[in-house]
């Protein structure tokens, strides 16, 4: 089946805009995370849902970083007032929680520049 | 509060010789901990992870990694290396719990596979 999909791939934005990131978990699958890789770094958890619901956003850096599941399965990320420092790969994971260890499948991430 | 570290930023080896990746974790409580392989433009894909269960544990491609508690370590090796494997290799903690589980990051090594 389809695996995790994130849009768009690529990303350029001008400083001070707002941007979306939209993600499409796996069929089913209950949870969903939000990492964000900065270049040559290891992914970073921004947030996690259980549905729609939003259990965890310590992970968010400021006020600008907005995320949403209204449904339980899309989500999106939108980042307002885009800065310099937002530059970075944003990833997506869902996972269909059952055990105690659910494995996270990944998105493509994606690709955030803010000139 | 968990992390783990990843001892080496860059390894090279030779294709047909064996290949080690050291990790060494930190944790408050009884982890999960992973590896994740990532390619150039692809997502994170699991490789293994260890449960609690057999401290040696087998992933995919010939990969596996034993768990050391006394040592506080997760290094993956593999006998063999192959062209393919060149990547960045993550190594990833987790608290054993069901659901939402966080996943902490290492800062990654890059796998050079040379001829």
């Known amino acids: 089946g389809a695996g995790v999909s994130q849009s768009p791939r690529y990303k350029v934005a001008k400083r001070g805009q707002d941007v979306a990131l939209r993600c499409d978990p796996i069929s089913g699958h209950v949870s969903l995370f939000w990492y964000q890789q900065a270049l040559g770094q290891g992914p970073e958890f921004l947030t996690y849902?259980?549905?729609?619901?939003?259990?965890?956003k310590s992970g968010l850096p400021s006020d600008r970083f907005f995320a949403e599941r209204p449904e339980g399965s899309v989500s999106t990320l939108k980042i307002q007032r885009t800065q310099q420092e937002d530059s970075a790969v944003y990833l997506c994971?869902?996972?269909?929680?059952?055990?105690?260890?659910?494995?996270?499948?990944f998105g493509p991430g994606t690709r955030l520049t803010v000139l | 509060a968990q992390s783990v570290t990843q001892l080496d930023s860059h390894v090279s080896v030779s294709e047909g010789t064996p290949v080690l990746l050291r990790c060494n974790y930190s944790s408050s409580y009884s982890p999960s901990l992973f590896w994740y392989v990532q390619h150039p433009n692809k997502g994170l894909q699991l490789l293994l992870k260890y449960t609690s269960a057999a401290t040696l544990v087998k992933g995919i491609n010939g990969f596996e990694a034993e768990f050391k508690k006394s040592e506080t370590s997760f290094h993956l090796t593999k006998p063999s290396a192959h062209m393919s494997d060149a990547a960045e290799y993550f190594c990833v903690v987790s608290p054993l719990t069901g659901g939402g589980n966080k996943l902490t990051f290492g800062t990654g090594t890059q796998l050079k596979v040379e001829l």
């Open positions: 849902f259980q549905n729609e619901a939003q259990l965890d």
């Open positions: 994971a869902s996972s269909l929680p059952g055990g105690l260890t659910d494995t996270q499948y």
